[in-house]
């Protein structure tokens, strides 16, 4: 009875998850609800992720996400059409989308830290080096 | 006795090899292996600036260097009698593969002996890697010449 209850809530927990809606966090420099809403209402219903970080500062938008397990394999595609829908819904920004998982925690770094515009553009400039780096 | 016949009577006398136990080790072991290797990107990914594609230079190299220090220590060998495979196929079977040819010709001198055969058995793998990667980018390079696909 014991193990069997178990394994139920073993799986049950797995499930629940693996089909939850993805953690959003964002960082705007100059606090711009409607911005943030617009970014949030993006990602709110994709089954593909897991996580999605945004970080708005002066006309530059940089994202981050991380693919679900089961879509890694369709990682480039998915971070592609949510760079076009990024593209599409802020188009006065310049976007950059990376599903790197050292992105995503630099990103989350600077969400948790907020810190102030100087040391945000030099943040963000060192997060865009770090994807341009190819060896 | 004919070769036939020779063969039957030693399928017959030699024991049964758990081929189910030898795969499940393999599995096993290689997924330890594996595993401490993404431990290892994730630690360089977090103190160091690396990307998760960048990462796996250092990793690869921290890697083959733990498995020629176990190699000279001796610890590898008992690794490699339980996981078999599961020991070779990672990149650690490569540090492994040069140590120990070091190692058993040692007595030969060091140019001699250690000097030209130390790539005696993973010769073979940076042999046919380069081959393949050249297969590999040629094939490539034509498909992007032809707009099939992009870099």
Redesign the interface.
């Known amino acids: 009875m014991m193990k069997k209850l178990t394994t139920i809530s073993c799986v049950l927990l797995l499930l629940s998850a693996c089909s939850g809606k993805p953690q959003i966090q964002t960082y705007h420099a100059k606090d711009d609800k409607q911005e943030i809403e617009t970014f949030k209402n993006a990602f709110k219903d994709s089954e593909n992720l897991d996580e999605a970080s945004g970080v708005f500062f002066d006309h530059q938008l940089v994202v981050s996400l991380q693919v679900k397990p089961f879509s890694k394999l369709r990682k480039e595609k998915i971070t592609k059409s949510f760079e076009k829908e990024m593209k599409t819904l802020f188009p006065d920004h310049e976007v950059f989308v990376s599903s790197d998982l050292k992105i995503t925690w630099e990103l989350n770094k600077i969400i948790e830290k907020k810190p102030n515009e100087d040391e945000l553009k030099k943040d963000l400039d060192e997060i865009q080096s770090l994807a341009k780096e190819e060896t | 006795m004919d070769a036939k016949s020779f063969q039957q009577t030693v399928d017959k006398i030699a024991p049964k090899r758990p081929v189910l136990k030898n795969c499940l080790k393999a599995f096993l072991t290689g997924g330890i292996i594996c595993g401490i290797g993404q431990l290892i990107s994730f630690f360089y990914?977090?103190f160091f600036?690396?990307?998760?594609?960048?990462?796996s230079?250092p990793t690869v190299s921290t890697i083959i260097f733990i498995t020629m220090l176990l190699t000279g220590f001796g610890v590898y060998k008992k690794i490699g009698q339980f996981g078999g495979a599961g020991s070779a196929v990672p990149v650690t079977g490569f540090g492994n593969a040069m140590v120990s040819a070091a190692i058993e010709h040692k007595s030969e001198g060091f140019i001699l002996g250690v000097g030209s055969n130390i790539f005696k058995l993973a010769g073979s793998v940076i042999v046919y890697g380069v081959f393949s990667a050249f297969i590999v980018a040629l094939i490539k390079t034509i498909l992007v010449q032809m707009g099939v696909i992009n870099w």
Do not use: A, D, H
């Open positions: 990914m977090y600036p690396f990307t998760e594609r960048t990462s230079n």
